[in-house]
T-cell receptor, first 109, second 115 residues
Framework: GQNIDQPTEMTATEGAIVQINCTYQ??????LFWYQQHAGEAPTFLSY????GLEEKGRFSSFLSRSKGYSYLLLKELQMKDSASYLC??????????FGAGTTVTVRA | DSGVTQTPKHLITATGQRVTLRCSPR?????VYWYQQSLDQGLQFLIH???????AKGNILERFSAQQFPDLHSELNLSSLELGDSALYFC??????????????FGEGSRLTVL
């Protein structure tokens, strides 16, 4: 099975940086994903890590340490539209993608 | 628009009834996943099909069943509905197999309300 933990909520100010941590335990590992989900909408893909290190994609970066079972999503230059739930997901050896409960980020002016 | 189509978008029914949710994956995608998202809860994996065959099963109730047809569309059947089955049901598709990222593309979801 899989166990994926991430904080429930985070609040930050517009223009600031927020880091969302995710720890996981899984039987087999085949990649870690971050998705963004606005309330009542479909999740949308943000990033993917399968090797250790940092992946940068515009204002969003994601880091992975497989030995520590740890990842983080870094959101820079926060905008009001970044207020959403951020989902950490782990793909196991059977290519099943399991999601954490999500971190609700609130951006304040 | 992710290219994944789900119908119906909204569905209201009574306890004990049966419903079918339909999903058409993106063109060329062979994998279809079903997820359930209840209020204030995360996405719960239900089942995964690849090219018509069941590949993995999550916490799917025995009252629920799914299949993927030769044209690759999928249906999720929910029977003997209970109040607790009220949720947003998402379908997602991916190319499948051992692709580079295998990211999932989600449909807009089917919101089921059981009264």
């Amino acid at each position: 099975g899989q166990n994926i933990d991430q904080p429930t909520e985070m609040t930050a100010t517009e223009g600031a940086i927020v880091q969302i941590n995710c720890t996981y335990q899984t039987s087999g590992f085949n990649g870690l994903f971050w998705y963004q989900q606005h309330a009542g909408e479909a999740p949308t893909f943000l990033s993917y890590n399968v090797l250790d290190g940092l992946e940068e994609k515009g204002r969003f970066s994601s880091f992975l340490s497989r030995s520590k079972g740890y990842s983080y999503l870094l959101l820079k230059e926060l905008q009001m539209k970044d207020s959403a739930s951020y989902l950490c997901a782990v793909r196991d050896g059977d290519y099943k993608l399991s999601f954490g409960a999500g971190t609700t980020v609130t951006v304040r002016a | 628009d992710s290219g994944v189509t789900q119908t119906p978008k909204h569905l209201i029914t009574a306890t004990g009834q049966r419903v079918t949710l339909r999903c058409s994956p993106r063109s060329g995608d062979l994998s279809v996943y079903w997820y359930q998202q209840s209020l204030d809860q995360g996405l719960q994996f239900l089942i995964h099909y690849y090219n018509g065959e069941e590949r993995a099963k999550g916490n799917i109730l025995e009252r629920f069943s799914a299949q993927q047809f030769p044209d690759l569309h999928s249906e999720l059947n929910l029977s003997s509905l209970e109040l607790g089955d009220s949720a947003l049901y998402f379908c997602a598709s991916s190319v499948g197999g051992r692709t580079l990222t295998g990211e999932l593309f989600f449909g807009e979801g089917s919101r089921l309300t059981v009264l």
